[in-house]
C-alpha cells in the first residue's frame, strides 16, 4: 500500500532556479512529514521536517510547504545548487514509529 | 565516527544460504529500526525496537526475517534460507524516543545479493 507517493521519478533545473519536488500521501493519521536526501552508496540522511500542525517551515534554502487538506507537500530549494543533486525522499509517520517513504525523486542541477 | 554503523557493507550469497546482517546505532538512541530498499523504491519498514523489545513488523518480515537486539544496543537481522527476491539494500535506522523533528539517523547500509 503506497501511503506516500512521489509521482515524479526525476526532475532537472538550471543552477540558481528554483526546484519543487512533490510528494502526496493518503494516511490522515500521519503527523510528521521529512524530507530525506540521498547520495549514491550513502544512507538517506535528513534533511527538513514539518509537524502536521504547521503549514510551513524553512530551514536556508530550503522550504517544506504542507496542505493537509490536499494531502500534499512540497519541498523548494532555492537558489538551486549542482550540490543539491541527489534523490530526494518524502516521508511521513504516524507517532513517530512505522515511517513510510515514497520511491523518491532524482534531482539534478545543471551548472 | 558516532553514526549508525552497519556491517558488513556487502553480502554476495547463494539461494538457500543464511545471512546477519549487524547494526550499530548511535549510542544514545533508544529507537532502532530495519528497513529494506530495492531499486527505484523507497525504503520499506521492517521493524523497529523500543531498547530491547521489538515493537512493531511489518508483514514483508516472513518467517524467514528475525531480528534481535538483546542489549537494547546493537541489533541483528538474519534471513534464513535466502531468496534472489531478497536481493536489496537493508538500512538500519536509529532514533531517540522523543524527537522534535521526527528524524532517522541511517547507517550506509548494507547490500544482500543472491545468486
Given at each position: 500500500?503506497?501511503?506516500?507517493?512521489?509521482?515524479?521519478?526525476?526532475?532537472?533545473?538550471?543552477?540558481?532556479?528554483?526546484?519543487?519536488?512533490?510528494?502526496?500521501?493518503?494516511?490522515?493519521?500521519?503527523?510528521?512529514?521529512?524530507?530525506?536526501?540521498?547520495?549514491?552508496?550513502?544512507?538517506?540522511?535528513?534533511?527538513?521536517?514539518?509537524?502536521?500542525?504547521?503549514?510551513?517551515?524553512?530551514?536556508?534554502?530550503?522550504?517544506?510547504?504542507?496542505n493537509?487538506?490536499?494531502?500534499?507537500?512540497?519541498?523548494?530549494?532555492?537558489?538551486?545548487?549542482?550540490?543539491?543533486s541527489?534523490?530526494?525522499?518524502?516521508?511521513?509517520?504516524?507517532?513517530?514509529?512505522?515511517?513510510?517513504?515514497?520511491?523518491?525523486t532524482?534531482?539534478?542541477?545543471?551548472? | 565516527?558516532?553514526?549508525?554503523?552497519?556491517?558488513?557493507?556487502?553480502?554476495?550469497?547463494?539461494?538457500?544460504?543464511?545471512?546477519?546482517?549487524?547494526?550499530?546505532?548511535?549510542?544514545?538512541?533508544?529507537?532502532?529500526?530495519?528497513?529494506?530498499?530495492?531499486?527505484?523504491?523507497?525504503?520499506?519498514?521492517?521493524?523497529?525496537?523500543?531498547?530491547?523489545?521489538?515493537?512493531?513488523?511489518?508483514?514483508?518480515?516472513?518467517?524467514?526475517?528475525?531480528?534481535?537486539?538483546?542489549?537494547?544496543?546493537?541489533?541483528?537481522l538474519?534471513?534464513?534460507?535466502?531468496?534472489?527476491?531478497?536481493?536489496?539494500m537493508?538500512?538500519?535506522?536509529?532514533?531517540?524516543?522523543?524527537?522534535?523533528?521526527?528524524?532517522?539517523?541511517?547507517?550506509?547500509?548494507?547490500?544482500?545479493?543472491?545468486?
Open positions: 500500500d503506497q501511503q506516500v507517493k512521489q509521482n515524479s521519478p526525476s526532475l532537472s533545473v538550471q543552477e540558481g532556479r528554483i526546484s519543487i519536488l512533490n510528494c502526496d500521501y493518503t494516511n490522515s493519521m500521519f503527523d510528521y512529514f521529512l524530507w530525506y536526501k540521498k547520495y549514491p552508496a550513502e544512507g538517506p540522511t535528513f534533511l527538513i521536517s514539518i509537524s502536521s500542525i504547521k503549514d510551513k517551515n524553512e530551514d536556508g534554502r530550503f522550504t517544506v510547504f504542507l493537509k487538506s490536499a494531502k500534499h507537500l512540497s519541498l523548494h530549494i532555492v537558489p538551486s545548487q549542482p550540490g543539491d541527489a534523490v530526494y525522499f518524502c516521508a511521513a509517520s504516524a507517532g513517530n514509529n512505522d515511517m513510510r517513504f515514497g520511491a523518491g532524482r534531482l539534478t542541477v545543471k551548472p | 565516527d558516532t553514526g549508525v554503523s552497519q556491517n558488513p557493507r556487502h553480502k554476495i550469497t547463494k539461494r538457500g544460504q543464511n545471512v546477519t546482517f549487524r547494526c550499530d546505532p548511535i549510542s544514545e538512541h533508544n529507537r532502532l529500526y530495519w528497513y529494506r530498499q530495492t531499486l527505484g523504491q523507497g525504503p520499506e519498514f521492517l521493524t523497529y525496537f523500543q531498547n530491547e523489545a521489538q515493537l512493531e513488523k511489518s508483514r514483508l518480515l516472513s518467517d524467514r526475517f528475525s531480528a534481535e537486539r538483546p542489549k537494547g544496543s546493537f541489533s541483528t538474519e534471513i534464513q534460507r535466502t531468496e534472489q527476491g531478497d536481493s536489496a537493508y538500512l538500519c535506522a536509529s532514533s531517540p524516543t522523543a524527537s522534535n523533528t521526527g528524524e532517522l539517523f541511517f547507517g550506509e547500509g548494507s547490500r544482500l545479493t543472491v545468486l
